[in-house]
C-alpha cells in the first residue's frame, strides 16, 4: 500500500519549485550539511526576507507550507530542514541549540541573506530566540509561535506532566502509530477525525535519525540556574494557541510581561500548540498584519 506522506511530499515540492522556491544544499562545514528551500531568484537587497524554522515534528516545508504559499509573492521565504530533519545532518557530536543556531546562520549568511524576520514554531522558536540573541545585526524582529527562548528543568518537569509524558523523547519520538496520534491529540485543541492508517504512514517517514534527535531533546533542557533572559534588540511578536497544553498561554503572558513594551502577544481561539497547523488561515492572517507592521 502507498504511503500517503511519501505520495504528497513530491507534489508539494514541485508546487513549491514552480512558485519559485528551491532546495539548495549547502555545506556548513565539512561533514554538515543543511537543505535550506530558498528564493531562486532573490531581491537584491533582501528587503522583507522571512527565514522559517519548524519544530521538532517534520521538516521546513511540511510544517510551512501554508504560510509559505501565501506570503511568497512578497516576500522572500527562506525554510531550512534543520539539523536531523529533511535532508540535513552533521557528524559532529555536538547537539546545543548554540551549536545549531551558529549552522542556521552560516548557511543564510552562505545563500547571501543579511537581513530577516525570524518565524518560528516550538523548537524552532527556540532557535529563532538564540539567532536573535547571536545574531542581531541578522535578525530584525522575531515571530515566535508556541515557543519559549528556552526550556529550563522546571519548566519540563511541569509541560511534560500537563501532557502526560516522562520524558520529551518518549512524546516527541513516537514508537507507534498509537503513540504518535496521541502526540497530536496533546498539540491540538481538538483532533479531528483522521484514519488511523495516517498516523501508520507519519510514523514510517517523519522520524528517521532517532538517536540524534533524541540528544537534541536532551541538550534542549537546561538548569533553571542557567538561563537568564536576553534583552533582545529586536521587536518580539508572540502568536499562541489558546489551549496550547504544551506551552499553556500562562507562560506566554509571563514572557510578554518580562520582554515588556518590545513584545507583542496574539492568541488563536480553538488552538492547540499546533495552531498553524490547526486553523492556518486564522495563523497567517496574525502573521500577515505582523510582518506589515514590521
Not at 542581531?136 to 515566535?144: F, H, K, N
Not at 518518549?170 to 504518535?180: H, V
Not at 540524534?212 to 533542557?221: D, G, P, S
Request: aromatic residues 10%; glycine residues 6%.
Amino acid at each position: 500500500m502507498v504511503n500517503i506522506i511519501k505520495l504528497y511530499k513530491p507534489f508539494l515540492q514541485a508546487a513549491m519549485k514552480l512558485a519559485g522556491v528551491t532546495p539548495q544544499k549547502i555545506e556548513i562545514e565539512p561533514g554538515t550539511v543543511m537543505n535550506f528551500w530558498a528564493p531562486a531568484r532573490p531581491r537584491k537587497n533582501n528587503k522583507n526576507a522571512i527565514v522559517f524554522l519548524h519544530g521538532f515534528v517534520g521538516d521546513g516545508m511540511l510544517t510551512w507550507q501554508f504560510p509559505v504559499l501565501a506570503l511568497m509573492r512578497k516576500y522572500d521565504v527562506y525554510v531550512p530542514d534543520l539539523l536531523f530533519f529533511g535532508s540535513s545532518a552533521t557528524g559532529d557530536s555536538r547537539r546545543t541549540v548554540d551549536f545549531h543556531t551558529e549552522c542556521l546562520a552560516k548557511g543564510l549568511a552562505a545563500l547571501g541573506l543579511q537581513r530577516c524576520t525570524v518565524v518560528g514554531f516550538s523548537y524552532g522558536g527556540a532557535m529563532a530566540f538564540k539567532l536573535a540573541e547571536l545574531r542581531p545585526e541578522l535578525v530584525e524582529s522575531v515571530v515566535a509561535t508556541c515557543a519559549m527562548p528556552a526550556v529550563t528543568e522546571s519548566m519540563s518537569k511541569e509541560c511534560l506532566g500537563k501532557v502526560g509524558f516522562p520524558t520529551w523523547s518518549e512524546f516527541l519520538l513516537p514508537n507507534s502509530a498509537r503513540c504518535l496520534k496521541k502526540m497530536f491529540e496533546a498539540g491540538s485543541y481538538q483532533l479531528p477525525r483522521i484514519p488511523f492508517r495516517v498516523f501508520k504512514d507519519g510514523l514510517e517517514v517523519m522520524f528517521d535519525h532517532r538517536k540524534e534527535r533524541a540528544e537534541l531533546l536532551e541538550a534542549m533542557v537546561i538548569p533553571d540556574k542557567d538561563f537568564t533572559l536576553p534583552d533582545y534588540s529586536q521587536k518580539v511578536h508572540l502568536i499562541w494557541g489558546e489551549d496550547d497544553k504544551i506551552f499553556n498561554v500562562g507562560l506566554a503572558k509571563e514572557l510578554k510581561e518580562k520582554l515588556g513594551d518590545k513584545a507583542t502577544l496574539h492568541c488563536i481561539e480553538k488552538a492547540g500548540h499546533i495552531a498553524l497547523m490547526e486553523r492556518p488561515f486564522v495563523y497567517n492572517r496574525y502573521l500577515k498584519r505582523i510582518l506589515a507592521s514590521i
